[in-house]
């Protein structure tokens, strides 16, 4: 299973958004990272990165991050091995981690639980998996005179920005830029790495969603629909014809990119979407999270130190609502650097 934020059109976007990308492979693995952070710490991201075929190319990649970390001045190194193998025996992922040097990160970037639909299965067999509402929708919801499109022109972007716009005076959240997201349609759609899907009543757009593709892979990434015909519920049957095209297209998994991991409550930012996702089908995957590998002890203690104090006075200034404020807050982060909106 390959992933949109380790490839090649990945690595192009992020060029076009001014970062500096650091990429390199070796036997049996392969990562790209941009380089993050400024005065209060520097540091290089691999967003579900390093890719490793074994523990032993996984340590080898680490090293290279490591390498690539010190030539441009970075702190630590901010890995993601959602696709690589870490693990020796019988020992946990986390102890894996651990036992390589690796810490815990202040703060999980990209989601740590996600689902995932298998698109080799046939086109029933996908459907069957759905819960029966939205296998109802997907085959009646011409009949309300709602109809889905496709395009990969980077100026019909807009279309969601308004939408977005809506959603985040309604909810209150803190969406991804205008400018991110028309970057990222200029930039990976001429690639074959975005589509845009658009819901529309009698003609007239009232929702879209833009998904990412890689080698095998479609993503589930931004999304919003007018609230004046919620109705309709034209969300659903939107999300399944982006995976039947999938499966079409030859991709083989579809992720829906973000659930709250099984027995949490409201405080998760990906609480509110889980429902929703989990009753298109697929299955639950857990990802080890974010994790920091330190380049420099000395700093990353400061750096980490710098953070801890930042939170602390954060939480003293807004008192008891204080916990409900970081939440809000690290999700609005995590959308902000992952650049996904689902609404």
Not at 205 to 231: F, Q, W
Not at 301 to 326: D, F, N
Request: include cysteine; hydrophobic fraction near 35%; charged fraction near 25%.
């Amino acid at each position: 299973m390959t992933n949109i934020l380790q490839s090649k059109a990945w690595a192009d976007f992020q060029t076009e958004l001014g970062h500096t990308v650091v990429k390199d492979q070796g036997p049996g693995y392969s990562w790209q990272a941009t380089v993050e952070g400024g005065a209060t710490g520097r540091y290089l991201y691999a967003p579900y990165g390093p890719i490793a075929d074994s523990p032993q190319a996984f340590d080898a990649a680490l090293e290279s991050l490591k390498q690539a970390a010190k030539a441009h001045g970075c702190w630590f190194v901010r890995v993601e091995p959602a696709f690589a193998q870490i693990q020796d025996g019988l020992e946990t992922a986390e102890a894996a981690l651990r036992r390589r040097g690796l810490q815990w990160a202040p703060r999980q970037v990209q989601p740590g639980h996600t689902q995932i639909i298998d698109l080799t299965r046939d086109q029933d067999a996908l459907l069957k998996d759905m819960k029966s509402t939205n296998r109802n929708l997907h085959r009646n919801i011409h009949k309300k005179g709602v109809t889905f499109t496709a395009t990969t022109d980077p100026d019909a972007v807009s279309i969601l920005l308004k939408f977005l716009d809506q959603t985040a005076e309604r909810k209150n959240f803190n969406r991804q830029q205008d400018d991110y997201l028309r970057t990222a349609a200029q930039v990976l759609m001429p690639q074959g790495a975005a589509v845009l899907y658009v819901a529309r009543l009698d003609g007239e757009p009232i929702g879209a969603s833009l998904v990412y593709d890689s080698e095998d892979t479609r993503t589930y990434a931004h999304a919003a629909m007018d609230r004046e015909h919620r109705k309709l519920s034209a969300g659903s049957p939107l999300v399944v014809r982006m995976i039947l095209d999938a499966k079409e297209k030859g991709q083989k998994h579809f992720d829906l990119f973000g659930t709250a991991p099984e027995g949490a409550g409201p405080e998760h930012e990906w609480y509110g979407f889980t429902k929703f996702k989990k009753d298109l089908g697929g299955e639950p995957v857990e990802f080890p999270g974010t994790w920091d590998l330190p380049v420099s002890t000395a700093k990353y203690a400061a750096y980490t130190g710098v953070r801890m104090a930042r939170e602390g006075l954060g939480t003293a200034k807004s008192k008891a609502p204080g916990l409900l404020a970081t939440v809000k807050d690290t999700a609005r982060k995590v959308r902000g650097r992952s650049g996904t909106d689902q609404a």
